[in-house]
Structure formats: structure tokens, C-alpha cells
């Protein structure tokens, strides 16, 4: 059986938005596996919380971004929590969730839509500046 070769560095732009959204460097991180290890979300995942970094570190991207597990994750920092080199796992996943929505461009919120949507009593205004925040870039 052949091993397959695969050449991850064509996604270094992207690690580094990545890296950048989310304010975390992702090779501090040492694979000690603890934030998988304490992950409440485990059972829906088709790749463990450690494993998606080491994905970010070898710039498998494609991979990540096609995995169940960054739409799994319930943001609980757990993992953050846990970790020994105090990488927070959360903000990563956040970020690689924004990235493939802002590609989408599909939830893009503009300034104008608002006065619109602020016609739902419902809805805090906390939750319209806090998607304005994320999904006007």
C-alpha cells in the first residue's frame, strides 16, 4: 500500500486571516490531546478538537473547513481551559466558521439592512451589533 503525499503550504494566507481573526498563534499548541479529552461535543465530531490543529498546522485546510466538527463545537472552553499552552480552541473554530461564511457572502449584514430588521421587537439590539460585528467585513 502506497502512503499518499500531500503538500499543504498553498493555504498559508488563510492560516494566517485564521490566526488573526481569532488572536491565537496556532503552533503554540503541543498536541497533548487534553482539549479533545474534555470536550463535551466529542460524539458528533468526525475530527477530534486536537486533531483539527494539527489539520491548521500542517495547513490542511480543505480538510477543516469540510469537517462537521467546527459547526459542532458548542463554544463551551472547555478545551481552553484545559490547555496547558492556553491556545483557546474555540476562537479557532469561530474563525474558520467566519471565513467560510464570509466567502459564502451569503450573511453579509450592511449598515442599510438594519433599520429593516430592527422592525422585530423580538430581537435584542445586542444580537444585531454583535452580527454586524461579525459579518460586515
Given at each position: 500500500?502506497?502512503?499518499?503525499?500531500?503538500?499543504?503550504?498553498k493555504?498559508?494566507?488563510?492560516?494566517?486571516?485564521?490566526?488573526?481573526?481569532?488572536?491565537?498563534?496556532?503552533?503554540?499548541?503541543?498536541?497533548?490531546?487534553?482539549?479533545?479529552?474534555?470536550?463535551?461535543?466529542?460524539?458528533?465530531?468526525?475530527?477530534?478538537?486536537?486533531?483539527?490543529?494539527?489539520?491548521?498546522?500542517?495547513?490542511?485546510?480543505?480538510?477543516?473547513?469540510?469537517s462537521?466538527?467546527?459547526?459542532?463545537?458548542?463554544?463551551?472552553?472547555?478545551?481552553?481551559?484545559?490547555?496547558?499552552?492556553?491556545?483557546?480552541?474555540?476562537?479557532?473554530?469561530?474563525?474558520?466558521?467566519?471565513?467560510?461564511?464570509?466567502?459564502k457572502?451569503?450573511?453579509?449584514?450592511k449598515?442599510?439592512?438594519?433599520?429593516?430588521?430592527?422592525?422585530?421587537?423580538?430581537?435584542?439590539?445586542?444580537?444585531?451589533?454583535?452580527?454586524f460585528?461579525?459579518?460586515?467585513?
Amino acid at each position: 500500500m502506497e502512503r499518499e503525499k500531500k503538500v499543504f503550504n498553498k493555504n498559508k494566507k488563510e492560516i494566517l486571516l485564521i490566526e488573526e481573526i481569532s488572536r491565537e498563534k496556532i503552533s503554540n499548541c503541543m498536541q497533548c490531546g487534553k482539549c479533545s479529552a474534555g470536550c463535551p461535543a466529542t460524539d458528533g465530531m468526525d475530527i477530534l478538537p486536537h486533531q483539527i490543529i494539527r489539520y491548521l498546522q500542517m495547513g490542511d485546510l480543505e480538510s477543516v473547513k469540510e469537517s462537521k466538527t467546527i459547526w459542532t463545537c458548542a463554544s463551551c472552553f472547555n478545551c481552553a481551559s484545559r490547555c496547558p499552552r492556553n491556545v483557546d480552541l474555540c476562537k479557532l473554530m469561530e474563525a474558520v466558521r467566519l471565513t467560510i461564511i464570509r466567502k459564502k457572502d451569503e450573511n453579509r449584514l450592511k449598515v442599510e439592512d438594519i433599520p429593516k430588521l430592527m422592525t422585530d421587537k423580538k430581537i435584542p439590539q445586542q444580537a444585531f451589533m454583535s452580527a454586524f460585528r461579525k459579518y460586515s467585513k
